[in-house]
């Protein structure tokens, strides 16, 4: 499907994750926001509420490239869906994702597993993420 503004996006995201027995809301994440810990995905918390514009923002400037956008579910959270915005660098990498230019694509792991809460007092930074399910989160930072 042709990749719609954000707002309509989100709609079609949260009818996915119905349809995929997940009625949830939903949750950007960042990879600043996340890391792995015992095969668990934990998740800061509170997550910035300035997230969902930085997600609105990196959506719409990938749907403007024109090489596809993709929203990505990580984990849940009681009723929410943690999620990001991934877009390709370049044309070698939307086909490697399977991503059509242009169109928007949602999914979610195989295994939509429940993340673990932790509070930003308890927060360890420096996890590396590389190598795990984790890696592909982008960055605040643009990385």
Not at 7 to 26: D, I, K, N, P
Not at 77 to 91: E, H, I, N, T
Request: glycine share 8%; proline share 5%.
């Amino acid at each position: 499907m042709s990749a719609p503004p954000f707002h309509q996006a989100v709609e079609l995201l949260v009818s996915f994750l119905a349809t995929q027995g997940h009625q949830m809301s939903v949750i950007w994440v960042f990879r600043e926001d996340l890391q792995m810990a015992r095969s668990r995905v934990q998740v800061r918390w509170p997550v910035s509420a300035e997230n969902e514009s930085f997600a609105r923002e990196a959506y719409e400037r990938a749907r403007t490239r024109g090489l596809g956008v993709e929203l990505r579910g990580v984990c849940r959270l009681a009723d929410s869906a943690c999620c990001y915005v991934w877009a390709p660098r370049d044309d070698t990498e939307a086909e490697y994702a399977f991503l059509p230019a242009g169109e928007l694509k949602i999914a979610l792991p195989t295994a939509f597993h429940d993340g673990e809460v932790v509070g930003a007092s308890s927060w360890k930074l420096g996890n590396a993420n590389s190598g795990t399910i984790l890696g592909e989160v982008p960055s605040l930072a643009g990385g």
